[in-house]
T-cell receptor, first 114, second 113 residues
Framework: DTAVSQTPKYLVTQMGNDKSIKCEQNLGHDTMYWYKQDSKKFLKIMFSYNNKELIINETVPNRFSPKSPDKAHLNLHINSLELGDSAVYFC?????????????FGNGTRLTVT | GENVEQHPSTLSVQEGDSAVIKCTYSDSASNYFPWYKQELGKGPQLIIDIRSNVGEKKDQRIAVTLNKTAKHFSLHITETQPEDSAVYFCAASWGGGADGLTFGKGTHLIIQP
């Protein structure tokens, strides 16, 4: 069983479109995250959710919005896609909110905006 | 916020030799330092971590050392094998008490047969 699963694995779309990426974790973790990995492999946190509360919101455009219907899911909605949004997006989860909780990552969604 | 520097960006070693990857961090309040391995087409996977009350930790062929005074930590892989080829990331927890990790920029480790 996959611990953190995200869909789709690949997403190709045109500029200006709106798209969503879904994430589910079956680890019973309290906190979920979205990370963006650019073409140079740099990993940067975008959001985290703990008990349905947004507790981190990095300086990402407001075209990106996380939605958490329950503790096991954290979806990422992106409006008005731009070329610069092309990247790999990783969902992750951790046991508890805190500074020393190991992250468990999904296998990523490669977003290509044309 | 936290800033993590990682070196080298690429490391090529002969199979069987040791590999060392080094990281420095800026926030003296950071107390958690994990290392992740990312294979092609997959997400990063935790391989070892260390907390600030410990100076060294080992798990079979992998070890991590931490020098809090100098604010640097290192990953050591001994007896390298082809399956060790991957991108390795160090990370440090934020000093502000919020969730999340700041990652280094990654090291592409290549094991030469």
């Amino acid at each position: 069983d996959t611990a953190v699963s995200q869909t789709p694995k690949y997403l190709v779309t045109q500029m200006g479109n709106d798209k969503s990426i879904k994430c589910e974790q079956n680890l019973g973790h309290d906190t979920m995250y979205w990370y963006k990995q650019d073409s140079k492999k740099f990993l940067k946190i975008m959001f985290s959710y703990n008990n349905k509360e947004l507790i981190i919101n990095e300086t990402v455009p407001n075209r990106f919005s996380p939605k958490s219907p329950d503790k096991a899911h954290l979806n990422l909605h992106i409006n008005s896609l731009e070329l610069g949004d092309s990247a790999v997006y990783f969902c992750a989860s951790s046991q508890a909110s805190g500074r020393d909780s190991p992250l468990h990552f999904g296998n990523g969604t490669r977003l290509t905006v044309t | 916020g936290e800033n993590v520097e990682q070196h080298p960006s690429t490391l090529s070693v002969q199979e069987g030799d040791s590999a060392v990857i080094k990281c420095t961090y800026s926030d003296s309040a950071s107390n958690y330092f994990p290392w992740y391995k990312q294979e092609l087409g997959k997400g990063p996977q935790l391989i070892i971590d260390i907390r600030s009350n410990v100076g060294e930790k080992k798990d079979q062929r992998i070890a991590v050392t931490l020098n809090k005074t100098a604010k640097h930590f290192s990953l050591h892989i001994t007896e390298t094998q082809p399956e060790d080829s991957a991108v390795y990331f160090c990370a440090a927890s934020w000093g502000g008490g919020a969730d999340g990790l700041t990652f280094g920029k990654g090291t592409h480790l290549i094991i030469q047969p």
